[in-house]
């Protein structure tokens, strides 16, 4: 059992997402980046499905009640293990009572944890991702224990930090697929579309980034219709709303692009003020 | 009948279907149809399949994906005449306490309209709402068949908390807040149930082309029915509907 003796900024606990929810309106919730979540599974010994502890700016105190092995992959929030720096992507091993801590971002802007095991929240409709309304907790709060399954696999040699590709966290083009309102848009608001560099305003969350730069269009709205994640969403006074992963699962505003997997785990690892380009695949 | 299908793809390894763009009983019929043959085709690849007034979105596995193949299997399947098991539909009468307290915008949309509040109440309970789909939150139904008398442009400043089980009037749509939200439509009256329940199964009562019919209850019948639905054992009145 794990304790939570702070929470964090914005920590919850996530999988690869909900899929049996969006006909009753539910949204499909899970890691923001899948990259950084799916190499802590692999490197911990658990399968890309367990669920992990994703952490957002300022990471969480936690005090371990038992043995556990983990690994913390995605942003550097310097996290610490009972006052001594501790290295993302390495497995460690972390003897009962020990307490894990964070300080504030360095690179990326979520950082990803996982235990072998894999945590174990409530199961609802298929998934142990947190979401408002939908599981009993949104997020992780003081106080709360958090329970993890015991390990299956057996334990494997502590090998050394891997060298890691983590240059996506720095990158700052989204690689995107044309939407299917692209087309609506005249081929000089199109240009302008992929030519612009974009800041992301203080409008980022789970369910949308939004960005400071205004893109004045003449397209009207469409007949509400199903939306995913990474969906960009145009307004009619011009905000671009980039769709996370709580985002809802039908939305009335024309859908210019969708991210590609690999475009949402960058945009994720950007706090406010994150720059970045768009480019068509 | 048969529609001129619009299929575009969205994103990596998914295939959205479009039919004509009207909010029509029929399309959604025929959307309905559509997706029923998909989902009893069980296609092992496809992992989602959500719909929408005049749309279908098809998701597939991406490990497997090839647009053209999955293009031609949706095309064929759609030409195709399969035998169904045709899910049964139901109409649904919802209760609805249009007191002041909770129609907190009753008074309003009474003046703007120039009808008194019984006659708003009579307008609002007199059709047979149609469940397009559920979105926006979890199990929020898309009901059409509002009275176009009703229909009013939405609130300038959206409010920032709307109370679970608000009923409200937005544009030419009526709905129920399932739970506590931010919201733009005009509040008229509370309905006591709960309309999604993340443990049951299914979550919702309400499926997508059922009907859904109000009626007025008063503030003390509306504290009875809470009471039994909050508990999980109020029994929704409903039939089977022959429309």
């Known amino acids: 059992m794990i304790k939570v003796l702070h929470p964090g900024f914005y920590s919850t606990i996530q999988d690869l997402g909900r899929y049996e929810g969006q006909n009753f309106g539910v949204p499909m919730s899970g890691v923001m980046d899948r990259r950084a979540a799916i190499l802590a599974n692999r490197l911990v010994g658990n399968t890309e499905h367990a669920a992990v502890l994703e952490v957002t700016m300022l990471g969480p105190k936690l005090q371990f009640d038992v043995d556990v092995v983990l690994v913390i992959t995605g942003g550097n929030l310097q996290p610490k293990l009972n006052g001594k720096s501790i290295q993302n992507n390495k497995y460690t091993r972390v003897p009962k009572g020990s307490i894990l801590s964070f300080g504030h971002f360095i690179t990326g802007y979520r950082a990803y944890l996982s235990i072998k095991g894999g945590f174990k929240t409530a199961q609802v409709l298929g998934s142990y991702s947190m979401y408002q309304g939908v599981s009993p907790k949104n997020r992780i709060e003081k106080g709360a224990v958090l329970e993890v399954f015991k390990a299956m696999a057996q334990d494997q040699n502590a090998f050394a930090r891997l060298r890691v590709d983590e240059s996506y966290i720095s990158s700052q083009v989204l690689e995107v697929y044309k939407g299917p309102e692209f087309d609506r848009l005249s081929v000089t608001e199109q240009a302008l579309l992929l030519e612009k560099t974009y800041t992301i305003s203080k409008y980022n969350n789970r369910m949308a980034y939004q960005v400071e730069d205004v893109l004045p269009n003449g397209l009207e709205s469409i007949i509400t219709s199903p939306v995913l994640p990474g969906t960009v969403q145009l307004t009619a006074s011009g905000q671009l709303i980039i769709l996370m992963r709580d985002c809802q699962t039908t939305g009335g505003y024309p859908r210019l692009l969708l991210l590609s997997e690999t475009a949402i785990a960058i945009l994720s690892q950007k706090p406010t003020g994150g720059q970045f380009v768009f480019k068509l695949i | ?243």
Request: charged share 20%; with cysteine; net charge neutral.
């Open chain 2, 1 to 243: 009948m048969k529609y001129q299908l619009q299929y575009k793809t969205y994103g990596a390894s998914a295939l959205l279907i479009e039919w004509p763009s009207k909010l029509q009983e029929a399309i959604l019929q025929d959307v309905l149809h559509f997706k029923l043959k998909i989902t009893q085709a069980k296609h092992p690849d496809i992992i989602q399949l959500t719909h929408a007034y005049h749309t279908l979105l098809v998701v597939f596995n991406p490990i497997h994906f090839n647009a053209d193949v999955a293009l031609k299997w949706l095309q064929h399947l759609y030409e195709a005449t399969v035998i169904l098991q045709e899910t049964v539909k139901r109409l649904w009468r919802i209760p609805v306490c249009y007191d002041s307290s909770f129609g907190v915008d009753l008074e309003t949309v009474s003046e703007e309209k120039g009808m008194s509040i019984a006659e708003l109440i009579a307008k609002h309970t007199a059709p047979k709402y149609t469940v397009y789909f559920i979105g926006f939150l979890p199990g929020f139904l898309y009901l059409g068949g509002l009275d176009e008398r009703l229909a009013l442009p939405r609130r300038g400043i959206p409010r920032l908390k709307v109370k679970p089980g608000a009923v409200a009037i937005g544009g030419n749509q009526t709905g129920v807040y399932p739970s506590e939200s931010p919201g733009g439509w005009h509040i008229i009256g509370n309905s006591p149930l709960c309309y999604f329940d993340a443990s049951k199964t299914p979550p919702c009562f309400a499926a997508s082309g059922d009907q859904i019919q109000f009626y007025s209850i008063s503030l003390k019948a509306h504290a009875q029915v809470k009471v039994l639905a909050d508990a999980g054992v109020y029994q929704i009145e409903n039939e089977i509907s022959d429309d």
